[in-house]
């Protein structure tokens, strides 16, 4: 009788990622950084389902009636609202981080479906603002490249004061992307591995965000509308507080918002997911008489039309994709794969965007890599993403009898488990049970 | 001269004349009376005016100011010439904090104090204290000229990259990064020129200079320690 293998059993505490990890750190003494937001299964957009409609409700035709897409964003104060043809805009993501290629293909990819596009963490490029019909130009605390003459350029202003992958931690660019013209937007030694300020430097709190974003109204004559960019962490106050401070947009960014680096610790360990925090912020809205006014847009994790549909169900004006957007340009693309491995990694699995290495020609700086992509064929890419995901949404809208995105509500959903129902604010599917809120 | 009286005018009408100047130039000297300590007084202004602020401003007085002449015949609150592109920004009397943060040029001078975190960020401006300046001034500090007649408070020049930091009185202590640097000719020059901008009679040779150790701008495993 033959003897059987040994079965060897892994530990759920110690497994090999974790002991990868511990010796990693042994051998290094640094933490692990990387790009993207959390990895870890936290409950989403697959844990709600839409209903549609059967003889209590009436359907629309899928090819013949009209749903409609556009929002209007920052018509609260500003004498100059943003008029989006689709309710899918583009995060905010920098130059420095991303290629001047990329930014451009950005750019392109939404104007040609008619929404709008975000700086980021290192000022304007002429890229950016020459192909993009609508820029939104984030406000963020380094204030790096931050100039009047190009806040009067933009549509739109995003204070940021956090993101879904690291709240309460500032930026990050790594030496290898610091070169020379990035350098320069930042006014930046070449090659320095560049932290960025968590916090503002000329406010701290609620009150002083109000004149803050007083002064930014004065200084645009109150033409541009002002959004307010949080990480999502406690946001039922955050949102109260922005809006008491006079944002005409709050941008909610949940944990599986990615960045361009940051412990790998602060992405897996910090904030909440999106799932729990729309409805965290539609409830603050709604108690200030706010909601529909002061516009929510959310984002961290949107990735199809579903998802489009259900953050708009769950009360969202819009949404925001950062890491789909760069995936439809041709992160992480197969193609890729053999490249990849050589630095380590796989088509699928690269997060190591901080190194500047990317063999798409998207998160890097090096000249020769960035040159491979095609802003052009990029930005087509994106646009047909993009109308995918709108396309989408719409079926299931219609679906569901609505003439328009935003007519979906929460009674178009259900819950798949106990904890999305109760995150969600939604029934637990087959019940009419919302954990939590009739005393049990 | 164009006179606004704040008493009767909002700083909103005041700050519209003001941008106009820059499609229209029609009155190039501005007198204003009353600030009464209001926000956002000569925020984003572009264009080369002489603006006279009689009294106390409060928070972001000539906030991202380009080309403009500002004097603040009194005392500003927090962020003063904050982002200021280029121009000059005279305080009067003392400034709360944050004066000059982020800003990229131009030249701001305080004839009182100046409170906590006085040129952080800066990114290319000159600043010129004749006073005190309070903790953590110049954090952050990018690029430019930070010049201290009195004493400072705690951790100055804490992570510094470039900023040039000159300081008559003491410190009461250096921020992660910064150490006292030699005074060579060029840097006497160079403070010479500035104290003579900025009309503040004070002697060079008097000052000492700080700047960056450089030690921290790139990740070393040794250095964890300094945060």
Redesign the interface.
Known sequence: MSKNPPILRESATFDRLTIQEIHRAAETGIYDIRGGGTKRRVPHFDDLLLLGSSISRYPLEGYREKCGTDVILGDRYASKPLHLKIPITIAGMSFGSLSAQAKEALGRGATIVGTSTTTGDGGMTPEERGQSETLVYQYLPSRYGMNPDDIRKADAIEVVLGQGAKPGGGGMLLGMKVTERVAGMRTLPIGVDQRSACRHPDWTGPDDLAIKIAELREITDWEKPIYVKIGATRTYYDVKLAVKAGADVIVLDGMQGGTAATQEVFIEHVGIPILPAIPLAVRALQEMGMHRKVQLIVSGGIRTGADVAKAMALGADAVSIGTAALIALGDNHPSLDEELHKIGSAAGFYDDWHEGKDPAGITTQDPVLSKRLDPVLAGHRLANYLRVLVLEAQTMARACGKSHLRNLDTDDLVALTVEAAAMARVPLAGTSWIPGQQGY | MKNVDLSTTA??EL??AL?EQAKQLTEREWAVTHPAGQ??IA??V?EALKIDIHGHA???CA??N?KADVTIHGNVG??VA??M?SGVVRVKGSAS??AG??A?GGLLVIEGDAGA?CG??M??VDIVVRGDAGHMSC??G??GRFVVCGDVGENLGDSL??VHIYVKGKVKSLGSDCIEKEMRPEHLQELTELLARASVEEDPKAFRRYGSARQL???K?DNAHAY
């Open positions: 700083v909103r700050n519209q941008h926000h956002n925020a984003g572009d409060g928070y972001y906030g991202m380009k927090v962020g904050e982002n592109m904090q944050s943060a982020t990229h975190r952080i960020s990114k290319g954090f952050l990018q690029a990259y470039e701008y790139n990740f495993v």
